[in-house]
């Protein structure tokens, strides 16, 4: 079964790789000049964008030190960077392994058990879809305020994304108090109810997922003047949540085009230049591999000299 599974996997892959290849040979096949702007922006422009990359690490890297202080784990700040450029780094490869290579550095080097692992990250991600979600719709209902715009389907998505992870969360909130018999399970309800029980987490995590927004809306912005492409912010603020969410569709490693392709169909939806568009975030996503690359080989020998060498400390299920 597991067999069929990732076969059909890859295949699926294969296929959405496929569609993508036909879509850019269509998009840029007339206008091929285009794509040279990636080469073409200046060294102040790649700084900027470099550097707000390095942000989006560093948020990445807080959210792991919110998500662990409850268990009483406590990271370095070098473990914690490093952690979240060992993730994307990962992520971008054919295995797609960002986060198992992080929960075995945690059990190896800090004790941390796989199921409270799990519960950090499922907890994590709840929060990250109910912050993204609420955002979108603020968003939307400024631009149809100040623009008069509404786009319906856009506003289905967040909307959704709220819903469900409200009801996810009332789902693990009450299932921590279940008498269940099999262990695993019990430890991962207990897990999820340490951090959605404790508001101080949540309200940082929350902070931090705007202030990570906040940076991705910049990045982009950089990107679009740096390929001389003139976008309203608006249409860049409501488009950033959907499309940082996109890391969490696996189709491709890394969410590789995924996330170009949410946001070109934005930019159809709202009437504007889909190449234009689509050249500015794949820029963005050019500088940002340049440095997964370039700093996860780093960190990822580092983390991995360290987990073998270094000293366990003992951790467990604890409040705070």
Request: proline share 2%; glycine share 8%.
């Amino acid at each position: 079964m597991k067999n069929n599974n990732f076969t059909y996997k890859v295949i699926a892959q294969f296929v959405f790789l496929l569609i993508t290849v036909v879509f850019i040979i269509i998009l840029f096949g007339h206008n091929a000049d285009k794509l040279k702007k990636l080469l073409d922006i200046s060294v102040g422009n790649f700084l900027v964008i470099s550097g707000l990359v390095i942000l989006t690490f560093a948020g990445n890297g807080i959210k792991n030190v919110l998500l662990l202080l409850p268990f009483n784990v406590r990271l370095r700040t070098a473990e914690w960077f490093g952690l979240s450029v060992v993730n994307s780094f990962w992520n971008y490869l054919p295995f797609q392994g960002g986060l198992v290579a992080k929960g075995l550095y945690l059990k190896r080097q800090h004790s941390f058990p796989y199921t409270e692992y799990v519960s950090t990250v499922s907890s994590s991600y709840l929060i990250t879809f109910f912050s993204f979600g609420f955002i979108g719709c603020v968003v939307l209902l400024m631009t149809f305020v100040i623009h008069g715009t509404y786009a319906p389907l856009p506003f289905v998505i967040y909307g959704a994304l709220m819903a469900v992870s409200v009801a996810a969360v009332i789902f693990l909130w009450q299932a921590k108090s279940w008498n269940i018999g099999k262990k695993v399970l019990a430890r991962y309800f207990i897990g999820t109810g340490i951090i959605l029980k404790n508001k101080k987490t949540i309200l940082r995590l929350m902070l931090v997922d705007v202030v990570m927004l906040g940076v991705y809306v910049a990045r982009l912005a950089v990107c679009f003047t740096a390929v001389g492409v003139h976008v309203d912010l608006s249409f860049i603020m409501l488009v950033a949540p959907i499309a940082l969410l996109s890391i969490f569709v696996t189709i491709t490693p890394g969410g590789l085009v995924v996330r170009e392709a949410l946001i070109g169909l934005f930019a159809f939806w709202y009437s504007l230049n889909v190449s234009d568009i689509v050249v500015g975030s794949l820029l963005d996503r050019t500088v940002m591999m340049i440095w997964v690359f370039a700093l996860g080989a780093v960190f990822n020998y580092l983390l991995s000299k360290w987990a073998i060498s270094g000293t366990r400390q003992e951790t467990g299920i604890q409040g705070g």
